[in-house]
């Protein structure tokens, strides 16, 4: 009977879910984060959410394990509230490259991420350019992931030397860098890594050709920036000439961005999935927006048009 | 058909856990807690658990999250390493205090955390001294809380000028300082906040008799000591005339130890359930330590002999 | 797509039902408790439920076990005939104060009873003056805790001594007396049971003053009346002068009302939660209606409006 | 780790408790049920139950609604004390018959007791002679049905007169009867009772013959033998000259072995999964017992032997 | 807030689904199976499910566990498009006769069935004359279990000869014999299989008088029809003198028609829950349609009035 | 109390079954699949599984719906004959490929069937090569994976040129082709499929050198074998001058055996993880035996060492 709906925003990144909300043409709903001198976190709702679909607009960026535990709380808090269905808007989901084993006795944090979200009330997930798209399996209830590379590459388009070569940094992102690669109509090469054998040193491995050419490095999520710093080498090694990095969530930790600098990449282009460092003006970063992508989706998962995907 | 169990440490309170283990006469289990750049954790079990019974010592102490979160990847890790019954021994409860909502629209966070527990796999838990007794009620598994009211106690008895008055510094204290009272056979009194009506400034009121005698206030938990220093304003100015202090959790937050002294606090008890700040040496804190009763409950749920409470 | 509600009213407490469909304007939903010689029961819903929200009011009072069956046999009449959401409004919790183990080897049967009603396809339940407050976290769906205080404060309003003392009958119920003490700007004081060391016999001690001064002993529930009997005389002893008893839920087993009578108490004010016990007439019982606060929340859980609390 | 078990019983039936332990050569566990005077119960199990298989004898009969209370309130007592995997033991399981609906908007209570039991933490079911074999299907665990039909047969045989014709006493019960005229060698009959097309009145309608014959009449409960009154007058009718009865559980209300003499029934034969009622000594009642069956499947539980079925 | 609904046709019998929707005036939802060379298959809903009722209109008849496959891969799809309410529509639902276990150690599969179709997100059932009622209760979602003994008495009224005998072909039957009979106003004749005491053979009884009557054999399922054929020839050496049989769901495996066409049965009468078999053209079979039954339910699924029983 | 173990081959792959418990020098349990006219299936444990360790052996390869539902039975039927811990051991996993939605409203069956597995009681998963590693995440249960590449290398080693090439098919089987790579020290390509921008046409691609060289085609599953066929081809184009195939389950369906002969391909070696498909006879497969490996870690299961992986 009760009618409406609530987008909040955690402490995450409250830029995004303000961006998110003003793009609806509502505002943020009011809700307060406490943290104690402990470190532990209570929600208040300000306002109802009886029988209302309630969005918590929350990346699980770090502190992942504050940031996580806060959007539980902020879920719990509404359903015993008695909201109706409660959808969290995760844009970026932490733990989500820990999506299997490695080693033997490892858990598998995304899927336990998975089942703490489901443990706690939520019923639908909206997320961004998963780092892989299985983890939607993880969950029993509707996940909507949406690609940031449509907006990403709009934005390099027409700013690319036509010459440039996509390449992804690992095995595991040929995948990705053949999606550029077929959006930007441009030829693809692969990095991998691997062990000589008898030897416990990695080297990097190059599938394809740069000779000459400039790169458009692409990946899913920058975190430090490491992975990032051997491609270029290895690039540079094999006689490409220029580099630009593209990924959707921008970590940038431990001065990535000055570290990718130093390499000589050219730019730096995200989303604003996460905040950015502080002090990262004058890096070569760029930010294209997410807001109305996620904005749109709310309003699809309100008034029952599907997205575009 | 597999037997033996393991005793796991976290790293919230690794001292603890190799206590309980050498009063068991065992090694600590070996296992590898990572933590990357992006706070990201992981934890990698090095012994086989195949059919064991797994015991994980860990409180939930500051930094909370973080510590709640090693709990859930370790259990998740030894489910999926086909552990047998997974025991969480938590000598200190995070989140303990958030075991009912003061306002309308708020998490009731300790429920929240037992589901979260029982959602990781954990099918049994093993805590001391829990906030409220109602929070075994949040889980549907066996809890076994352990009392370290006597060790205390036994820490004090002797020690005390026989006149001491035992003083709960609210309400929500009385049955724990009934029992320290009985304990140590002496009178009660009770300290009970109110708003005066028409104002909004607490006042700290006292029901009972302290003029002239020394006072043992008791609590289960110190974060900063606010409470306590309040306390023991009200009971000076009602003429008391020594202060101590014994309480189960010494988080001990914020120089607490040092406000206290600066307040005349003669001494202040605590147990090991939670690491003693550093930098506390110097201060009239005391130490008990809770390491043979949780060995204790250990050996019983091992070999079937209930433990004492 | 469908739409409406009903409220049924079971066979604990129809007044109270038909008083709280009154007050809403509505009819209570025609439905049948049919028992059976052998003590089975069931129930007939005699209208339609598809889709609707439906409302069970039913206090799970004496006898505890039936009234609690026969709520469970309306859910799951209720959850079988596809209704919406199944909310039960039981103003009056049984086995409340059976949130925590006293002993070893028991259970905690309020626990228990939630996980029985979630069983059965409750998905939110109001009650009034919960035993204690963490109740509410031994669900996963919400919990309504409304409260008679306010209520049963109104009715003593103006007709106390202004020397009244307000007493709790024993250290679980400091936090109320504290609430009606503040209400009605009144001192304080506190009884506590006692063992003296060395032997089993109980001693109930006053913290407070109350010599030359009428009292108003408050609680949650009246049972048979035993510690109320016991408070007056303790009270007594110490010289009080008036007695007077306010409590939600009165139960008043076992003549309870004669034997409150014959210690000299003035008046017994309880609320209509539970049936008041036939031959009551006469007795000094006052009697309070919750029947607009249940309405109230009823009506603001279906048009979404919060309860004031 | 730990081993062993322990049978307890409840208060519904405590003597086939103790011939069940007797059997099995084992002391009935200590546990000690209370009931307040609000009518609410609580268990005290009184011996250590860590890691052991724990066995509760409770068979769920008038008063039904408090013994499977008192079961569930077992079962969660030995859950939060760690037990092992636990069994209800249930000979007679009340609301059998409750095993689906005869109108639209009822419980399916069979099915709705399933899911308590399981809620609780019931981990097996042993149980005699279930109303319909469908109801192991309401649960998800494992449920042994006993057979009581061989011990009843024993019984009678050598007794009856060759003659017999064995009759249904309704549709539902055609199953049962084929089975006993086929470990009886005797013939079959079926009533059945039909409404007139167009009248209320239900007819009870014999297909067979049992002229100058004499009856036994099979079924699995009795309760207040109502039906089975009405079938000896069909069976007078049609010329029928002698009448016995047999059934599984005897709840035998309201006068039932009374009212079954005054017809000329000239034997009841039950068994012991309840109690028989209080004078019920001069009536022609006849008991063999289960508790060899049930002692015999909980040693099959123990070591692994199937029990015949 | 979103609204609407969609029913989908699964491959089982899509003749069915499009005269539901046709009844109901709506078109069949848009949705493609696709089934891989590695007998795997996959749904495509293709048009969005977002907050609307979906109704799945698939019986699980032969090839029954990829129409069950499919049903439940129907379910995942719309749960994971964020369906609102899931109904399955299961005219015919297999492993209904497994609804018990015959030997000790065998599933009881349609309790499986049951559990899988929760577990795959289904909300609701609707389902027409389900093998025993008790199927209800394996599910704790609702079950309408629609009869269409109606339909088919109706296509017989006035066609049947007024000596026809009602026969139940074995003792589970027997309920559904009565009802035929009364309905039909006829008498009722019940066969009932038994071995010798001491033999393996079983030989067909038959209880009732059949002699020079015509003969209505009722069932709620033909499969290969080797029960009728029996049941044909006992009721033929009785003396009965012509054949006819009714039932819900013809599955005529292996030439049921043309089998019981040559022990002379006039008329084999059933409904369009599941397809006839290809080639049945020529056989004695006549088909009643359930189509407005299911379309009226799911008419009161959606408005709210309940369906007529 | 129990103990013991029993290994039971479902109908998929009884010689798999036979000889891995042939290794561990045990029989296989003894158990019968009945198949009815209308294809339900239903399963006889014809022994004992009280309290046992209960293996499962079925692949659920083709017809994967039926070996599906028989594997659940499986685990329904050992489960309500109260087994310890079912585990299943699945050496090929059916609906592996489906891990994931390609377009927005499909099934992801894979984290289906995980669901389905743990509904029907499965505590325990061992499987072969999954198709995607994040598969162990859909399940909350121990997931072991065994890689039989090891096994495939092994065959491999010294029979290869070494100048072979080893070809990832497609941008998802790049990490595996590294493993083969790197345990083989041979080089890398990679093929990978991309529509031309603005056509429909899917075209081949291939990084990397494979001129004048021989090549090796890894991939897990070979179905009909047509991505090979085109791999063939591509590498063909680009000069390649020999073929092999190794990949673990070799399904081989719709003679792909045949066409890749046809192609040139000299060897197609898989494991027995699924049968070969009859008349293979005469045509270049190879079969490597996984029985060892999973022999070995059903044992570890049982006796608690852990499997090498």
Redesign the interface.
Known sequence: ?????VVFGGTANPRLADAVTREMGVATGAAEVER???????????E??????VFIVQST??????H??EL???A???????AGRITAVVPYF??A?????N??????????V???M????IA?VVTVDLH???????F?????TLSAVGALVDDLRGRLDPATVVVSPD??R??LA?EY???L?AP???L?K??Q?GSETEVT?L??EVEGRPCLLVDDII??GGTLVQSVRALQAAGATEFRVAATHG?L??DALGRLAAEGVAEVLVTDTVPLPPASEGSPVRVATVAPLVAGVIR???????PA?
Request: glycine share 8%; charged share 25%.
């Open positions: 009977m009760n009618t409406g709906f104690f001198p402990d470190g532990e976190l209570t929600v208040r709702l300000e109802s959410v009886r029988g209302k679909e960026c770090p502190p992942v394990n504050d996580l535990m539980l709380a902020f719990d808090a509404a359903r015993r509230s008695a932490g733990y490259r820990a999506d299997r084993r080693q033997r006795r490892e858990p598998i944090t995304a899927s336990l998975a089942a703490l489901q443990a706690a009330g639908h892989t798209p299985q983890i939607e399996g993880f029993s209830i509707p996940v909507d095995a595991g040929v995948k053949t690669a077929l959006e109509d693809l090469a692969v991998h691997r062990r054998s491995q599938v394809g975190s430090t970590l930790l431990r699809k998962l309100l008034y029952g048009t599907p995907r």
